[in-house]
């Protein structure tokens, strides 16, 4: 059975830039919707029971056809979100360190200019998805709940979630004033340790 983590720190932790509020629907509410759905089509599959998350959503060919999507998008919402919490920190923002700044220096021109990328291609998801930075330092998006593992790819550095749910309460419609409000949350020293393993 998939269980919801914890979070690492307090829902109000974020102050202005992402609301108590939002928070706490998103974790409590959305991440434990898909932790349930999950589990509902894994308990009816004993052939899935031994599998990790990692194994269930990188090999959606192997998981039945009956349980397929509802694997593909409550598995996928749980290892993304999984992932989400853990690239925030209330001691987050400013900028990466070390051999991921170089590399960021090195592809992007600048960190305003990987700020750039990424908020352009976070902007361009139609409707619901999520843009990821990969451990190639490309930067790739992602409709729905799919996970670049689900190509093939590797485990994503970085990830933004750019569903309504994530930012309407405290932005409306406006994803780019969210997108450059999570700059100043975003926990680099989880970056850079996963950039470097
Ligand atoms: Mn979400």
Do not use: C
């Amino acid at each position: 059975m998939f269980t919801l983590p914890d979070l690492d720190y307090g829902y109000d932790a974020f102050g202005k830039y992402i609301s108590k509020d939002i928070m706490e629907l998103h974790h409590d509410k959305h991440h434990q919707t898909y932790v349930d759905k999950l589990n509902g089509a894994v308990e009816k599959t004993p052939e899935l029971q031994d599998k990790t998350l990692e194994e269930l959503i990188s090999n959606l060919d192997n998981v039945p056809q009956s349980v397929r999507m509802v694997v593909r998008n409550h598995g996928g919402g749980h290892y993304n979100h999984s992932l989400f919490w853990k690239f925030m920190s209330p001691d987050g923002g400013a900028t990466p360190q070390g051999a991921l700044a170089d590399g960021l220096n090195e592809k992007y021109g600048n960190f305003q200019g990987f700020m750039d990328a990424f908020g352009e291609k976070a902007l361009a998801v139609f409707g619901s998805g999520w843009v990821w930075l990969q451990p190639d330092l490309s930067i790739v998006t992602s409709p729905n709940q799919d996970s670049p593992l689900m190509d093939g790819g590797s485990a994503p550095l970085l990830g933004l979630d750019v569903w309504e749910h994530a930012y309407y309460l405290d932005y409306t419609y406006k994803r780019a004033d969210y997108i450059q409000a999570w700059w100043h949350v975003v926990n680099w020293h989880e970056v850079e340790s996963r950039f470097s393993t």
